[in-house]
């Protein structure tokens, strides 16, 4: 299903889009108060971006030191260049361990690999401790945010789940209760884990060390209670020096829910004594991304969120209308580049509004990227009939001046007299959803020559 | 061999990039530490503690551990415990933080010389002691100390647990302590 068919699902329910528009939407104003509250923001874009760029430019030797500053720490790296290596590690660790329960703590990236489904299969007991991850864990879906990941749900369907899965008393769906409900039962779950496999927002080279970004504690209650400790990291998440955090943990959460720093920044090096430590760099189409000249700075990302926050079809679409692992504006740049005909109708998720460029924390030209997605699919003949037709109807009548003039007469008059059954039918997909405006009674041009002369 | 794929593909596709860029963001000479350091850490929901309401919560509760050296609170003997995993249970936990953070509230707190990486998070309060003379201005400061610094595991905790994962709604206490209060001394 396309975004547009997928979209229609969310849409019927009307008071939900609302309220899921102005969820996202409050996280956006919250991102805007934290930001003006640092003065040098903009030159941290500046600069936040370019250690970006520069570590993509360099990013073989940067690997190398990475993993020897690692491995002198006493870790063990591994590398996995797609999803079935990362996950076959990642077993390989657990069976050599006798590992059966594993506590995750959120991370996209194993989201990506479909490491859960994986090891399920394969009798393992995995548990996500996020709340958020827990609640879509339950119920059986993806997360439908990269930072939020139950925000498309509301709180009496969590109590609903949590009376289902938890036993929580009937017709409480306080938030307070229940999280309380979710911590009384993830704390079972952290007394019984063997293993602990948390995502990483950044590996820093110079040092070999993992930074875990977190507001529950849960990553680290899994990695320092478990012998067995796995961190999967896409090989964009590296950074040059620890120096080089300042810039980003300032920005990360600032960014994301508009908070100054997560309640816990936890910056992994050695493992305790008497347990091991494991960092898996995978590379599952990343590589190749980088050789798309075009479209290699989507790999700059740090997963903040906040070009679907600000994203006005995110916010009434839900995340879960894009069929891709990372949704909104930066999930429909980098989607076309593991598979451009499969996912050639996210670049049209979009108004091009630019608002996602205006906030993205390490200035990916996010607009541009989907515009410029918008040409090679049509180029290569990606385009559905209906926007073909369409597209190629109105370059015929804007290439013409005087057709052009006509036809605004004739659909000015005719938009006024025309029954509405006759312009909004099933041809017309605008008008799903949507009302046409009244048209004036003049053109643009009419009225720029009354009145400028 | 998934490495040597990897950096094979890196070296046969190379491009030009930016250099490694230079700033300095320190607030060398900022001014009031303590009042900022203050305000946003109550922003983060930690409490600003007196020495004398550490030792009220401390006799309130029943399974104590106190590592701090700021702080006489007779808690529990670290030594009885073999495995993070008996640790579930724990009521309270005091211990030195290295140092403040004025603009967002954290407190670096590292895990060298102590027993148990999980301390900090496992308890149901946590009580963390720093020096007002160990506060910085902003992360770029944070940072410049830790260059200098050797530490196997280290943490910036800026205030309880908490999440917002329901409906947006602020929850104090996720899987993390539901109490944070920092004692300045
Ligand atoms: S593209 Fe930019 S704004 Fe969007 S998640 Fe990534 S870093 Fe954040």
Redesign the interface.
């Known amino acids: 299903m396309t975004h547009p068919e997928k979209a229609e699902a969310f849409i019927k329910n009307s008071e939900r889009v609302d309220w899921h528009d102005a969820a996202l939407w409050h996280v956006r104003n919250k991102r805007d108060k934290a930001v003006d509250g640092v003065p040098e923001w903009e030159e941290l874009r500046n600069i936040a971006s370019q250690i970006k760029a520069h570590t993509l430019a360099n990013l073989r030797s940067y690997l190398i030191d990475f993993e020897q500053n690692a491995m002198a720490n006493g870790v063990e790296v591994h590398w996995a260049k797609d999803a079935t290596s990362h996950n076959r590690i990642v077993q390989e660790i657990l069976e050599r361990n006798n590992v059966k329960k594993i506590v995750k703590s959120k991370s996209m990236l194993t989201e990506e690999c479909g490491l859960n489904h994986f090891l399920e299969e394969r009798d393992f007991e995995v548990t996500d401790t996020d709340l958020g991850e827990r609640i879509i864990q339950m119920r059986q879906e993806p997360p439908s945010h990269i930072v939020l990941p139950a925000i498309h749900i509301k709180k009496e369907e969590v109590g609903d789940l949590f009376r289902k899965e938890l036993h929580a008393e009937p017709g409480n769906n306080e938030p307070s209760y229940l999280t309380l409900q979710a911590r009384i039962h993830l704390r079972k779950k952290f007394m019984e884990c063997q293993a602990a496999i948390t995502g990483v927002n950044f590996g820093i080279a110079e040092t070999g060390e993992v930074v875990v970004c977190t507001n529950e504690g849960n990553a680290d209650m899994g990695v320092h209670l478990a012998p067995v400790q796995i961190h999967s990291m896409g090989l964009e998440k590296l950074i040059p020096r620890q120096k080089d955090l300042g810039v980003f943990v300032r920005m990360l959460a600032r960014s994301a829910t508009g908070q100054p720093i997560t309640v816990y920044t936890s910056q992994h090096k050695k493992p305790a004594k008497g347990t091991e430590k494991h960092i898996i760099l995978v590379d599952n189409g990343r590589t190749n991304r980088l050789t798309m000249e075009k479209y290699r700075s989507a790999l700059q990302c740090i997963r903040c969120g906040a070009c679907m926050n600000t994203c006005p079809i995110y916010r009434r679409s839900g995340g879960h209308s894009y069929h891709f692992t990372i949704p909104g504006p930066i999930g429909s740049i980098l989607a076309p580049t593991t598979d451009m005909k499969a996912h050639s109708d996210l670049p049209f998720a979009s108004t091009l509004c630019g608002s996602c460029g205006d906030v993205c924390p390490v200035k990916i030209d996010i607009p541009n990227q989907l515009y410029r997605w918008r040409q090679d699919i049509a180029e290569a003949g990606g385009l559905s009939d209906g926007k073909r037709k369409s597209m190629k109807a109105m370059s015929t009548l804007l290439a013409r001046p005087r057709l052009y003039r006509n036809f605004g007469r004739v659909m000015r008059l005719g938009l006024r007299i025309l029954p509405k059954s006759l312009i909004t039918n099933r041809y017309n997909v605008w008008t799903k959803g949507r009302d046409l405006p009244t048209p004036p009674k003049q053109s643009f041009k009419k009225w720029y020559e009354k009145n400028h002369q | 061999m998934?490495?040597k794929?990897?950096?094979k593909?890196?070296?046969e596709?190379?491009?030009?990039?930016?250099?490694?860029?230079d700033?300095d963001?320190r607030q060398a000479g900022a001014t009031d530490l303590l009042g900022r350091f203050t305000a946003?850490a109550k922003?983060?929901a930690a409490q600003i503690v007196h020495r004398q309401e550490v030792i009220a919560l401390a006799g309130k509760w029943e399974k104590v551990i106190n590592l701090s050296s700021e702080i006489a609170v007779k808690g529990m003997d670290l030594s009885q415990f073999q495995s993070?995993?008996e640790l579930?249970d724990l009521d309270l936990v005091i211990l030195d933080g290295e140092f403040g953070?004025a603009?967002?509230?954290?407190i670096w707190v590292a895990?060298d010389g102590r027993p148990?990486?999980?301390l900090?998070?496992?308890a149901e309060h946590l009580v963390i002691c720093i020096k007002k003379e160990n506060l910085v201005g902003?992360?770029?400061d944070?940072?410049?100390k830790?260059?200098r610094e050797k530490?196997?595991?280290?943490?910036?905790?800026?205030?309880?647990?908490?999440?917002?994962?329901?409906?947006?709604?602020l929850?104090i206490?996720?899987?993390?302590?539901r109490s944070l209060g920092i004692l300045l001394i």
């Open positions: 998934s490495r794929d990897i950096l593909s890196l070296e596709a190379p491009f030009a990039g930016p250099e490694l860029p700033y963001f946003s922003v983060s993070p995993y579930g953070v603009e967002n509230g954290a895990s148990f990486r999980v900090p998070f496992i902003n992360m770029h944070a940072y410049a830790l260059e530490y196997s595991f280290g943490v910036f905790i800026a205030g309880p647990s908490k999440t917002a994962d329901i409906e947006q709604s929850v206490g996720a899987q993390g302590p």
